[in-house]
């Protein structure tokens, strides 16, 4: 079993920066890789971003890209999700995810799930 929990959610105006951190816990001796999904209410969860266990492979969404950056310290199980020019759109709850294997954006494939954090960007 592995737990994870998000943290770093807020409200930031639009064009501001914020980081969100999901510490692991549990068995987390294994090679894990690690997602963000991000949710809107009324809309489908989307992929954000994702990294190998040895941060050899990242994928960003295409909405993201140039934006966002994922990246892991293996030996605090912590990943980070360094998100900057902030748009209104980008408001949702906030998920990481953990795969055995690199998984990208193929949400089915992610085992354990973090209870999400939220992220408010006004209009």
């Known amino acids: 079993q592995v737990q994870l929990v998000e943290s770093g959610g807020g409200l930031v105006q639009a064009g501001g920066p914020l980081r969100l951190s999901c510490a692991a816990s549990g068995r987390t001796s294994s090679k894990y890789a690690m997602g963000w999904f991000r949710q809107a209410p009324g809309k489908e969860r989307e992929f954000v971003d994702a990294?190998?266990?040895?941060?050899?492979?990242?994928d960003y969404g295409d909405s993201v890209k140039g934006r966002f950056t994922i990246s892991r310290d293996s030996g605090k199980n912590t990943v980070f999700l360094q998100m900057t020019s902030l748009k209104p759109e980008d408001s949702a709850v906030y998920y990481c995810?953990?795969?055995?294997?690199?998984?990208?954006?193929?949400?089915?494939?992610?085992?354990?799930w973090g209870q999400g954090t939220q992220v408010t960007v006004p209009s």
């Open positions: 990294i190998s266990w040895n941060g050899g492979s990242i």
């Open positions: 995810a953990s795969s055995i294997g690199y998984s990208s954006d193929r949400s089915g494939n992610y085992k354990y």
